[in-house]
């Protein structure tokens, strides 16, 4: 086996693959994937009720501080505006659930006991729970503004020991995925298909190079783009984790067994047409753990029939919960097992004829 | 003139060619019956209200009966004990319990309210139950601000009266459906360009505009086929079906001009489907508008699927007619005309 055939290849393959539809695909749909998660979980998925405010008093000086301390509010989205114009709009549109108009000198006049003008403008389209929500917070925050004492103290008591799971958790396992997956085994498999079909991949092993040659070539690729991927959602996610060092031994392993997957599927098929009719009909498979991470409800055990699991479990158990190698050992040992179980696979179509 | 003697036999080889292909009509069979499935298994139903556990034994149940009649937003269920309180919160029948002094009222016996909410609930839902539990507290203890609050509600009220998110998706996926099949429209005339026959055909009688048309009704079959078949089995054909069928049409006539567009202007397969992609996803965005509003500002009435989009929520979840889809539909069409005649002028200097 020569390196430098390899390299030669290797290059070849980055210099034009990286035009190739699939390439494409695997480095645009996870980072597509990651802004709409973040756009989604960040904002609107997230179902807060969003209040804009614009207080009149602002441009003559007589700021209010209920803007400030509904702005410091965690369970609401919140915008101040400086034109009434632009408040309407923005609710009129649904972009708010709710705009508050202050009036000119509002804290003082709520201040000294009298009864203070306060226009709300509601989209018709807003949840009703939205509107009482925002309704019971500006109350209490009024309260609060001038002093008038809570009638009650609240006491929280929180039941069940299941820690809280926000849809930006779950759902980050099938980003993580579909960064390992599709450039792992998408792009060799598809280059190897492509080079059946244009019936070069005989005369490229009628060259010096051999059959293995190729294979260990267009998997390094597949490898190689899987793992900067997996480390650039991580990184852009914030999720490299507290050893890093660790999680990307584990990106790389799971983007060499995701490569071996792509070789595989690649010497089998024979067309492209097969190859995505076969990835679709594997898909749920491959993806399989992640949506046990996506719905709670799915016991956790069902997953762990999966081989990806071992791929995805120890990635996010040392990126997201801190955990270390004694906490993962035993799904990385499984994980290092299927990857030389696929490898072995590998070796053995290597010697079958090419084309 | 158009002579559609001749653009009939191409018409049908492309239909049978597509068709012809077990793969793509696999995927887009399978395809269809992912967003009819998916469709079918969303909920049909808005969750609207905050339902909320109460043990109150020294609130009388009138007040509370009044408090759900001001605030619609909240729904209570009454629990007989304070254990009967933290068994609804851990069955999820209620996403908090609220267990209420007597005293409440008596600031003299600092009241404490206690709040039961699962372990799990996220951070921004706790402190809106907080305030919630608050703004309850306020107005059985009658401690509220004097406040004169003048409201007005912007747009239809729908409070009561949501549209299901599953239908607030009936945009996404006809302009998904029938949007995909820019990338099939380009094809048909990339793989003419690609093995050459586009010049053999152009020297036989048919001209460029016959050619474009034959394509451009392939590609608008496909498309428009598609899309009715979604929207009825989505129950977007059950009020005004004509004019939702026309928006199909429409929107399988933009798909067609932007693929030819396309087409008419890549060199290879590999680059229409590179720049198909990109389309796709750009005219993708204006229904996201629809499942999200507020989401997307003025600069998405620029992408002409907006118009689709806006005109299929129109007749499919507002119950609109031909006074408000007029407007969107004249917009569209004139998109229509101006891609269209851009995809034959460009293919035309390209090939004459």
Redesign the interface.
């Given at each position: 086996m020569s390196a430098r055939r390899i390299l030669a290849l290797m290059g070849r393959e980055y210099a034009h693959g990286s035009r190739e539809l699939m390439f494409i695909m695997a480095v645009v749909i996870p980072l597509l994937f990651s802004l709409v998660i973040a756009l989604l979980v960040g904002t609107l998925a997230a179902g807060l009720p969003r209040l804009g405010v614009l207080d009149l008093g602002a441009a003559a000086g007589e700021r209010s501080a209920l803007p400030a301390r509904l702005a410091a509010r965690e369970s609401i989205e919140f915008r101040s505006y400086a034109d009434e114009q632009a408040l309407r709009g923005d609710v009129q549109r649904g972009a708010l659930d709710m705009g508050l108009v202050l009036a000119s000198g509002a804290d003082a006049t709520l201040l000294q006991g009298q009864e203070t003008a306060m226009q709300v403008l509601v989209w018709g389209e807003s949840l009703l729970k939205h509107r009482t929500a925002l309704s019971a917070l500006v109350a209490g925050e009024v309260m609060d503004l001038v002093g008038l004492e809570s009638p009650v103290r609240i006491e929280t008591v929180l039941l069940g020991d299941e820690p809280p799971l926000p849809w930006g958790t779950r759902l980050f396992p099938m980003l993580v995925m579909s960064a390992i997956l599709l450039g792992g085994t998408m792009v060799p498999a598809a280059a190897l298909v492509q080079e059946k079909q244009a019936r070069t991949l005989r005369a490229l092993t009628t060259t010096p190079m051999t059959f293995a040659e190729v294979l260990v070539a267009k998997g390094a690729v597949g490898a190689s783009l899987s793992l900067i991927m997996g480390v650039i959602i991580l990184i852009g996610n914030g999720a490299l984790g507290s050893q890093p060092g660790l999680t990307l031994g584990l990106i790389a392993l799971g983007s060499l067994l995701s490569a071996e997957l792509g070789l595989i599927l690649g010497v089998l098929v024979g067309d492209i047409s097969t190859l995505f009719t076969v990835i679709k009909g594997l898909g749920i498979l491959l993806y399989a753990p992640a949506l046990v991470y996506l719905f709670p409800s799915i016991p956790a055990w069902i997953g762990r029939l999966f081989p990806t699991y071992y791929m995805l479990a120890p990635i996010l158990d040392t990126s997201l919960h801190g955990a270390g190698w004694g906490d993962i050992a035993g799904d990385v040992a499984i994980l290092a097992a299927v990857t030389v179980l696929a490898g072995v696979v590998v070796a053995l179509l290597a010697r079958r004829d090419p084309a | 003139m158009i002579r559609w003697h001749t653009i009939l036999p191409l018409v049908q080889k492309d239909l049978r060619l597509y068709f012809g292909?077990?793969?793509?009509a696999?995927?887009t069979a399978?395809s269809l019956a992912a967003v009819i499935i998916a469709y079918a298994l969303m909920p049909d139903t808005?969750d609207?209200?905050?339902r909320l556990a109460m043990y109150a034994p020294g609130v009388p149940s009138s007040v509370l009966a009044a408090m759900e009649a001001e605030?619609?937003?909240?729904e209570i269920v009454r629990a007989g004990t304070e254990q009967d309180l933290?068994a609804l919160?851990?069955a999820e029948e209620a996403v908090a319990g609220l267990a209420v002094p007597p005293s409440?009222?008596d600031?003299a016996a600092?009241?404490?309210?206690?709040?039961?909410?699962?372990?799990?609930?996220?951070?921004?839902?706790?402190?809106?139950l907080?305030?919630?539990?608050?703004?309850?507290?306020?107005t059985?203890?009658g401690?509220?601000?004097?406040?004169?609050?003048?409201?007005?509600?912007?747009?239809?009220?729908?409070?009561?009266n949501?549209?299901p998110t599953r239908d607030r998706m009936r945009p996404l996926f006809a302009v998904l459906v029938v949007m995909l099949e820019v990338l099939g429209t380009a094809s048909l005339l990339t793989e003419e360009i690609e093995s050459g026959t586009i010049r053999a055909i152009l020297t036989t009688p048919l001209s460029t505009r016959e050619l474009y048309v034959a394509k451009g009704a392939t590609g608008l079959i496909l498309s428009f086929t598609q899309g009715a078949i979604v929207m009825a089995c989505v129950g977007g054909l059950s009020h005004q079906p004509l004019l939702m069928l026309l928006t199909l049409a429409e929107a399988a006539l933009l798909v067609t001009a932007v693929g030819f567009l396309i087409s008419a202007s890549t060199r290879d397969m590999?680059s229409t489907?590179?720049v198909g992609?990109v389309a796709l996803?750009l005219l993708s965005i204006p229904p996201f508008g629809v499942l999200?509003?507020?989401?997307i500002?003025g600069w998405g009435r620029a992408l002409p699927s907006h118009y689709v989009a806006s005109a299929v929520h129109e007749l499919a979840n507002l119950g609109g007619g031909w006074a408000q889809v007029r407007a969107p539909l004249a917009i569209l069409l004139g998109y229509d005309i101006v891609l269209g005649g851009l995809g034959i002028l460009v293919t035309q200097r390209r090939f004459q």
């Open positions: - | 292909n077990r793969f793509y696999f995927i399978l808005v609207e209200t905050f605030e619609e937003g909240l933290s919160v851990l409440l009222g600031p600092e009241p404490t309210i206690t709040l039961y909410l699962l372990s799990s609930t996220e951070t921004e839902m706790r402190d809106m907080r305030v919630l539990t608050r703004g309850i507290a306020i059985l203890s401690a509220a601000p004097d406040l004169a609050v003048s409201s007005e509600i912007l747009g239809a009220d729908r409070g009561g949501q549209i590999l489907m590179g992609m996803i999200f509003p507020g989401l500002s």
